[in-house]
């Protein structure tokens, strides 16, 4: 496959906005578990309340369709500010200099680096098998959420409150359970303009480095050839273990989120 430019522009575009889609949903299907749920259009993006905490809670997509006006993103932080949240924002390195300006601007910290890894997905492509890997059942939702919880917290107790919010999601995305006579993982996926969103990639401490998140990577790539998709993305943390896993899975960096946030004292 011939690799992805870095200056694309026009499929940076394409990519925030689908994902802006997915976490839309996320919080849509999540209303069961927090009551509160707002979302609020801004700068070519979307602003997204799931709680005070949640991973949904976040902006993204902003500036990424040109200028955007200091008005709208002022009114982008009175939106977490309102609701008890610090205003967080997962920005594209390819946003406009509009937005860089503000929040250079504004007392805003980082929090970490994401790599937008992209795929290129042919429908003439064999990807092959995933063993011990299969779609969770209508009733396995909260069986899904606390292996991946578990997967992302480590030897940390899991949190009912966040154990409900996660099992809410399945119902916007599709899951997946990895396992080994008991589950030892679990992943996700959203597919949003033909695009395959990539997620929430868990595999327990005593089961990693067995080839468990190459076989999820595998399934949801059949899965998302099978819906049409043409474009399979996942966010990773910068040389770690998910980094070199995707690009095993001939995904190619096309570039970096910074996650920023401004607290309110």
């Known amino acids: 496959m011939p690799p992805f430019s870095t200056a694309d522009l026009l499929l940076a575009a394409r990519i925030e906005a689908a994902d802006a889609a997915n976490v839309m949903a996320l919080a849509e299907a999540s209303q069961g578990a927090i009551r509160h749920t707002a979302v609020q ?21 902003i500036g990424m369709k040109g200028h955007v006006p200091v008005a709208d993103l002022e009114r982008m932080e009175a939106f977490f500010r309102d609701r008890g949240s610090s205003c967080l924002i997962d920005l594209s390195s390819l946003a406009d200099a509009s937005v860089i300006a503000f929040v250079q601007s504004r007392p805003y910290s980082l929090v970490e680096f994401n790599n937008v890894m992209v795929r290129a997905i042919s429908p003439h492509e064999h990807f092959s098998g995933a063993a011990g890997v299969r ?42 359970l990895a396992e080994d006579a008991v589950a030892v993982g679990g992943a996700a996926m959203g597919a949003q303009n033909n695009i395959a969103l990539l997620t929430g990639d868990a595999v ?5 480095k067995q080839g468990w998140q190459r076989r999820l990577i595998q399934a949801r790539l059949a899965a998302a050839q099978m819906r049409g998709c043409d474009l399979a993305v996942a966010g990773v943390l910068p040389g770690s273990g998910s980094h070199r896993n995707y690009e095993r899975a001939a995904f190619q960096l096309l570039y970096t989120r910074i996650n920023i946030a401004r607290h309110w004292t």
């Open 204 to 208: 327990l401490l005593p089961a990693r």
């Open 135 to 176: 779609p969770i059942a209508p009733d396995e939702s909260r069986k899904w959420a606390r292996v991946v919880i578990e997967g992302f917290s480590e030897h940390l107790p899991v949190d009912d409150a966040m154990l409900a919010l996660m099992e809410s999601t399945c119902g916007a995305i599709e899951c997946w």
């Open 41 to 61: 259009p801004v700068g070519g993006g979307v602003a997204v309340f799931s709680g005070v905490g949640s991973p949904m809670t976040h902006a993204m997509g």
